[in-house]
């Protein structure tokens, strides 16, 4: 058996072997080689465990949705918490100084609110209450891995702030620091009121239903303040349109940049600090007016209703003191024109001595002069109110407490006063001086019943050949 397996590989061998002769005449033997039976099947891989891996997956999968629900329920509960909320009203309080209350904070991915923010400070300082009602907000995501309230803006629906007199030992104002709780790019307040005053009498400056953007100064600190709409007024003055201004607030006091306001007939009014806006001293800002009503200025329930204007100012100033109970007092150096003047009783008696009735309400001449106002008394000094070759009225009117006062000197055209060249008509009058004969007057009685001395002066030098006068003005007989 050995032979013949024997016999049979050398024959195999035999067959797959063949002698060759080359070309160069050696000999080579080849070895064929043997092909791969079709049929003969493949090693088949070891199989891959693929399932396994699968599931691996979808676990892990189930266990990070879970674990981050989870987070973001805590995470929830945790801002939507009492304790939250009042570590908030500490750090406000204790940034502010002020007494802090905060309704009904609710937080969430999508929008966060709180119905109400109340701040009171104590007695003394000038800020005295701010009320906040609904804010709204988008907080980034990354609030809410830090425990903090950040996002692009925080809007407030209203919000109203009270101002009043410093008293006794006031303490410092301070800004709620951004770094507590707390990071927007700004704060943007859709409709705000400010009122500065007694809370027993009228606010002595009040703004409202204008819209308030507030940021970060990018130097230095502090906060910078954007007006844009709504009303102002300085006490019994007119309500003025805030166009638009700029405040910031830094080192502890506040700096107004520019207040443009209109009036609504038109007249513009720009305000410029000066003094910065502090709890102690006087601060002061410059005032400039364009074609500005001299009935607002004057104010409409006060001189405003005998004396009208369109005036220019370039030389205002208003001055703050935060230590009174009126913190306004205003004074402007203008020119006007379009002038008229009514209800002062000599007009009256003017316009029956001379029998021409346009004297008894001028319109058309130019007007000058220097305003001073505060809460009870105002002042026109150097007035000089012109219509050339008709009138002139110069000196001082006096309003306080709604009685007036003051003294002034009017001027006639020669050409209607003097009876001959040397003897004016009325003894009350003096001799020609730059065209016109003049008379003194003295102020007296109220807005409302005004009173001069005008007919008495004429009464007391009356001239031989003049008709004595009435009460009103008119000669007797007539």
């Not at 502890?252 to 007939?265: A, K, M």
């Amino acid at each position: 058996m050995e032979k013949l397996k024997k016999g049979k590989q050398k024959q195999s061998a035999t067959r797959d072997k063949e002698l060759v002769t080359r070309a160069d005449g050696s000999q080579v033997t080849r070895v064929r080689k043997r092909k791969r039976r079709t049929q003969q099947s493949k090693r088949k891989a070891k199989p891959v465990h693929r399932k396994k891996y699968g599931l691996y997956a979808v676990i892990a999968l189930i266990l990070l949705v879970v674990v981050g629900g989870i987070s973001i329920v805590t995470m929830l509960a945790r801002f939507n918490s009492r304790g939250f909320r009042e570590d908030i009203t500490a750090s406000v309080s204790s940034a502010s100084g002020a007494a802090v209350r905060i309704n009904d904070l609710s937080v969430n991915p999508i929008k966060t609110r709180v119905q109400s923010v109340e701040m009171t400070w104590p007695r003394g300082g000038m800020t005295r209450a701010l009320t906040l009602t609904d804010l709204e907000t988008r907080l980034n995501l990354s609030s809410f891995f830090r425990s903090r309230l950040e996002g692009a803006e925080l809007y407030a629906r209203s919000a109203t702030m009270r101002l009043g007199p410093v008293s006794g030992s006031p303490s410092m104002i301070r800004a709620v620091e951004p770094e507590d709780f707390f990071s927007f790019g700004h704060y943007r307040c859709n409709q705000f009121d400010l009122a500065y005053g007694m809370d027993s009498r009228e606010a002595a400056l009040q703004i409202r239903d204008s819209e308030l953007v507030v940021r970060e100064r990018s130097r230095n600190g502090g906060m910078q303040f954007q007006l844009s709409g709504g009303f102002l007024r300085f006490g019994n003055w007119c309500e003025l349109k805030v166009q638009n201004g700029l405040g910031e607030w830094h080192d502890g006091s506040f700096h107004l940049v520019s207040l443009r306001t209109q009036s609504e007939e038109g007249g513009k009014a720009v305000f410029k600090g000066v003094q910065p806006i502090a709890e102690e001293g006087v601060s002061s800002f410059d005032v400039d007016l364009t074609e500005f009503p001299l009935e607002q200025l004057l104010g409409e329930k006060s001189l405003g209703r005998m004396l009208s204007a369109r005036v220019d100012s370039s030389s205002g100033a208003l001055s703050v003191n935060s230590g009174t109970e009126m913190n306004a007092q205003v004074e402007v150096a203008f020119t006007g024109k379009d002038s008229s003047i009514e209800g002062f009783r000599f007009l009256g008696g003017l316009a029956s001595i001379l029998r021409k009735e346009h004297y008894s309400r001028p319109e058309g001449g130019t007007i000058s002069g220097v305003l001073r106002r505060d809460l009870n008394q105002l002042t026109i000094e150097n007035l000089r109110y012109e219509i050339r070759s008709h009138m002139v009225l110069t000196g001082t009117i006096v309003v306080k407490d709604e009685e007036m006062s003051g003294e002034l000197r009017l001027g006639v055209p020669e050409a209607l006063m003097m009876k001959t060249l040397d003897q004016p008509r009325y003894s009350s009058f003096s001799q020609p001086a730059q065209g016109y004969c003049w008379t003194d007057l003295q102020l007296s009685g109220s807005l409302d019943q005004p009173n001069d001395d005008f007919l008495k002066r004429l009464q007391a030098s009356p001239v031989e050949s003049e008709a004595p006068l009435k009460s009103d003005g008119q000669p007797v007989g007539q």
